[in-house]
């Protein structure tokens, strides 16, 4: 599997260029996207059809977060991703 878009060079200029800083921030993104997306389920189905929340849902929270991260909408603190000496 390989991120199309948006393109890895345009995720990297965002996270000074460290694949691994990328990779922890789109996955904690992700996992914070997830708990979101569970936490409104509950209160969805009560105002829509599953059929209906199915077909805005379908969009996977890895993907989301990147897009987030590649239009600069993921800040950070970089002392939290890296290891302290």
Partial sequence: ????NPEIDELLEH???DKFLLCAIASK???DINDMMRGQR????ALQSVSEIAKIAG???LSLAMEEIARGE???DSSS???QD
């Fill in 15 to 17: 996270t000074e260029n």
């Fill in 81 to 83: 991703f890296h290891e």
């Fill in 1 to 4: 599997m390989s991120v199309v």
């Fill in 74 to 76: 993921v800040s950070y």
């Fill in 59 to 61: 969009r996977k929270p």
């Fill in 29 to 31: 993104r992700a996992r």
């Fill in 42 to 45: 509950d209160r969805a189905l």
